[in-house]
């Protein structure tokens, strides 16, 4: 957004508004996931949106990337970490199945966010 300013013999380019494009998160659906908090917030954000019967509630969200097992202890090793400030779900989807497959049903979440912010492990 190149602007005219005083003193000055050259446009200066000054940043306009940042825009985030959601984040589709993945993971597979297990009698453990379907009850866990993070389901229960996902499943209430959608019908507060649905119905406007409540208010949706933002949260700031940390998504870990990380290698398996290679930390020295054995565990998984954090490599890096996003946080996702007024973070919610727009959108929720869950993967096909045939009966002829063996594949897994997986849960698709869009997140819509204000601002993230890369932070040390």
């Known amino acids: 957004d190149p602007r005219s300013e005083g003193g ?7 940043p306009g508004k940042m825009k985030n494009q959601p984040l589709t998160l993945k993971r597979l659906v297990r009698k453990k996931t379907i009850d866990d908090d993070w389901n229960t917030w996902i ?26 097992k ?5 565990n998984h090793l954090i490599v ?23 594949d897994l049903l997986t849960q698709e979440i869009e997140i819509t966010f204000s601002s993230m912010k890369i932070v040390k492990p």
């Open 80 to 102: 890096s970490s996003i946080e996702l400030y007024g973070a919610y779900p727009t959108k929720l989807s869950y993967g096909t199945l045939t009966s002829s497959s063996e």
């Open 70 to 74: 290679l930390g020295d202890d054995g």
């Open 8 to 14: 000055n013999n050259y446009p200066l380019n000054l």
């Open 43 to 68: 499943n209430d954000s959608i019908e507060s949106a649905a119905m406007w019967n409540k208010a949706i509630e933002p949260r700031i969200i940390q998504i870990n990337v990380m290698y398996p």
